[in-house]
């Protein structure tokens, strides 16, 4: 027996048009249904068997409505009678790591967590059905081969891997070797059908093209031009769905013209939503969910959990908590990991928030917060009731940590449970009643989202302390002003949650904004040098950019002469060319020589004279006009001095000086050196902050003048890079020193910056040219004034 994973064709349209009709039913008056049902007659694509069994091996049939298609693939080895047990299963779970190949992905258009998936799959000896039907689940995206003819198939190890997986026995072997399993085109594929689907017209129909009518309460638009404000609201319902995907096209078809956003899931156990609605649809949304209502009668009357709190629209367009609407059939609306389906019909009892205000002070009553850790830790009910933190990491672990915590107690206990919205209580106090024996459960109604709203309404003083994780963009919404966690990196306490900003790690965790600057937005040190050797990759690009695209000034040095002096660094530093200031910066000197209308120009370090012949180029050749540059080093200035005396008779006078610059900044101060409108620092990075001190003080900074200092967002080097990642840095006894003196070094730049930041006489703006270039200028009140006098 060989069975083969497949995904098939079915009629899309006609599955939607059975639904509508069965939906015509209840509600015939409301209901214009134009279309008939094809050849439908099983409409819940997700419970339709994948696998085949082929003693007689069909190449294809139709198994209500679906037709299905055998993968027919290179491997002929039969399954073995007797199976090989899993290796590796944890709990009651069989764990698969599930890929969707590049070309599925692309042609699917999945987004990023899409892409891959852990695929829990009951038991430890799994079926390759199961394990089909829960990829059907995880990969909602796989919805979008509806009504094509392309198969899907699973490969072992490899994107483009032909050996496929074909027999539970194979599945077993592949569960034992740990190896991926990835979710491709099949190999054998018709190229009529895949090219058929590739290029198929990317279309949705709209209500009106569904021939669906609106109810006469719906607003005329609800396009977010005529919306003031957008609402939160989340509901949710346990209630038996015989055809969820029904209910699904049903609940798109009434949302979209109202313009709703957010995330709804539909299996047969009910309908768990979470929406941000236009303040214009809301009530028509209201009215369409109310108890009396015809038009969605499986969630009439729900309740609504709406945020107390509406959602300024430029706030939702800054971070939109949902962009669009997704509606997803999935096998459960929460996700519990169970063998065994939960008796749902005993989930214990539902307090109202007052009940529960009341409830907390019983000192008897144990607290269950079915939340996840990360949850509790920024909010959480406080009160006389003895707490018992699960310290979940997902819901799946619920049921251990329950065994756990309340494994001697007795059973007739008053145990209160809560969670965000209340959907996870209600499995957590049917598993409490039916399968741990106790008798007395009692959960939150509307949890802690119902919970605050009433609070404020009546004034209480709120029980719950601290923010309210939610699982939408937002991550959090306040409660209580108390602050109940700690920032991770310096643990002041903070208790916003943010996500690190190298995107491999992409961890959620807490910490406050000072760490966040210092760690740019990464988790620690490690993440933060990965990301920077991205960024100084991508800088690199940039500024290659920004430079073919300039054009330097018309008196510039021509670009034969600035090539040889560059040639000649090369040549002369191959360790050291690095240090030269370039085309881009040149061009950038340059130009606001030209804009302060410099005569005078200072450099602090010139090296082989290439920013100097630039700055001599923007200033031309006038008695007044001059250029001094500052250089130590001998050799440097001797080849710096062979150029300037090369130079085109266009370009001012340079004159070098040779020394250290704070000697030379000294005796110009001793020999009443006239100020300069122009003043490079581009020397020992250590002495910025005495030469400014000193430039001020002195006044060398003619009022109008300005200061470029190079360097300034200088970025450690961290030796050896072999590819992006947390691992990959390596680093070699050299590179070690190089990256302890670069990183003395970054710290020199940074205190400089922030030194000048605060400095009351200057003002200065960051470029991020090269590796940061800062324009510091005097402030208008120090503009005037006489040497010596500080520049007050
Ligand atoms: C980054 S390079 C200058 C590059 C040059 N401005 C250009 O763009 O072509 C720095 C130079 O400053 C010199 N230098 C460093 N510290 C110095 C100091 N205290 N006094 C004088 N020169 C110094 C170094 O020898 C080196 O040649």
Redesign the pocket.
């Known amino acids: 027996m060989r069975a083969g994973f497949v995904t098939g064709w079915w009629s899309g349209q006609g599955r939607l048009a059975a639904g509508l009709l069965t939906r015509a039913a209840h509600n015939a008056q409301r209901w214009v249904v134009r279309e008939t049902s094809r050849t439908l007659s099983t409409p819940l694509w997700h419970r339709v068997p994948l696998v085949l069994w082929n003693g007689v091996r069909p190449t294809s049939f139709t198994f209500g409505g679906l037709r299905m298609v055998h993968a027919r693939s290179s491997r002929t080895a039969s399954a073995p009678s007797t199976p090989t047990p899993v290796a590796s299963a944890r709990s009651d779970n069989t764990i698969f790591r599930v890929y969707l190949a590049p070309a599925l992905r692309v042609a699917l258009r999945a987004s990023c967590n899409e892409r891959r998936s852990r695929v829990f799959v009951p038991g430890t000896q799994p079926t390759l059905q199961a394990l089909s039907e829960a990829i059907r689940e995880r990969f909602a995206v796989l919805h979008k081969l509806e009504g094509s003819n392309v198969r899907v198939v699973l490969a072992v190890g490899h994107p483009e891997s032909e050996q496929l997986v074909e027999t539970d026995a194979a599945l077993w072997e592949v569960q034992a070797a740990g190896q991926p399993l990835y979710l491709r085109w099949d190999p054998q594929a018709d190229e009529q059908a895949l090219r058929a689907f590739l290029e198929r017209p990317r279309h949705f129909p709209t209500a009106a093209e569904k021939r669906i009518a609106l109810p006469p309460f719906y607003p005329p638009s609800a396009k977010l031009e005529v919306v003031q404000c957008m609402h939160l609201l989340s509901f949710y319902r346990f209630v038996p769905l015989e055809a969820p995907d029904e209910l699904a096209a049903a609940l798109r078809a009434y949302l979209h013209p109202l313009n709703v956003r957010g995330r709804i899931y539909v299996a047969r156990e009910g309908v768990n939503a979470q929406l941000v609605v236009p303040d214009v649809a809301l009530s028509a949304l209201q009215q369409l969910l109310a108890a009396d209502a015809l038009y969605l009668p499986e969630l009439a009357g729900v309740r609504l959990n709406l945020d107390p709190t509406p959602m300024p629209l430029e706030v939702y367009h800054r971070s939109p908590p949902f962009r669009s609407l997704h509606v997803r059939c999935r096998r459960q609306v929460l996700a519990d990991g169970l063998a065994q389906e939960l008796d749902l019909s005993q989930r214990g009892q539902e307090l109202a928030p007052a009940e529960w205000h009341a409830a907390l002070d019983d000192p008897h009553a144990v607290l269950i917060d079915v939340r996840n850790v990360y949850e509790s830790r920024v909010g959480t009910f406080q009160g006389a009731a003895e707490s018992r933190p699960l310290r979940t990491g997902t819901f799946r672990d619920t049921w251990r940590a329950l065994q756990h915590q309340l494994g001697g107690m007795p059973r007739d206990r008053r145990i209160l449970t809560y969670c965000t919205g209340g959907i996870r209580c209600e499995k957590a106090a049917a598993y409490l009643h039916t399968r741990l024996g106790f008798s007395n459960v009692q959960r939150l109604a509307g949890g802690i989202v119902a919970y605050a709203a009433e609070a404020r309404k009546h004034g209480w003083t709120s029980k719950f302390k601290g923010a309210n994780y939610v699982f939408d963009e937002r991550l959090e919404s306040r409660v209580t002003e108390d602050v109940l966690a700690q920032c991770e990196t310096c643990g002041t306490p903070y208790d916003s949650y943010t996500q690190c900003a190298h995107v491999p790690c992409h961890r959620r965790f807490i910490q406050c904004p000072k760490c966040r600057r210092r760690y740019t937005g990464c988790c620690g040190p490690k993440c933060q040098r990965a990301l920077e050797l991205t960024l100084q990759n991508g800088i690199g690009e940039l500024h290659w950019y920004a430079d073919s695209v300039s054009r330097p000034l018309p008196a510039t040095p021509s670009e034969a002469l600035l090539e040889e002096?560059e040639a000649e660094t090369h040549r002369r530093y191959p360790d050291a060319a690095h240090?030269?200031?370039?085309r881009l910066?040149?061009m950038l000197l340059a130009t606001l020589a030209r804009l302060v209308r410099a005569e005078r120009i200072l450099?602090?370090?010139?090296?082989?004279?290439?920013?100097?012949l630039c700055l001599a180029g923007a200033l031309g050749a006038t008695a007044a006009r001059t250029v001094i540059t500052?250089?130590?080093?001998p050799g440097?200035a001797a080849i710096a001095q062979s150029f300037f005396d090369r130079a085109p008779t266009a370009l001012a006078a340079i004159h070098l000086e040779h020394?250290?610059?704070?000697e030379?900044l000294r005796t110009m101060v001793q020999r009443n050196e006239p100020p300069f409108d122009l003043i490079?620092f581009?020397?020992?990075k250590k002495?910025y902050i005495e030469y400014l001190q000193h430039i001020l003080e002195h006044r060398l900074l003619s009022p109008q003048g300005v200061i470029v200092a190079?360097?300034v967002m200088f970025r450690p080097r961290y030796g050896k890079r072999t590819h992006v990642g947390v691992e990959e840095v390596e680093l070699d006894r050299h590179a070690h020193k190089v990256a302890r003196r670069s990183a003395s070094l970054a710290d020199a730049m940074d205190a400089f910056n922030r030194y000048v930041q605060q400095e009351p006489r200057v003002v200065q703006v960051v470029l991020p040219v090269r590796d940061g270039v800062s324009v510091i200028q005097w402030r208008e009140e120090y503009r005037q004034g006489k040497r010596g006098d500080g520049g007050g």
């Not at 240090?579 to 370039?582: I, K, N, W």
């Not at 020394?659 to 704070?662: E, K, L, N, T």
Request: charge should be negative; charged fraction near 20%.
């Open positions: 002096v240090m030269l200031s370039g910066q040149g450099e602090l370090g010139t090296f082989t004279g290439y920013s100097a500052v250089e130590h080093e440097a020394g250290r610059v704070a030379v490079y581009d020397a020992d002495g190079d360097n």
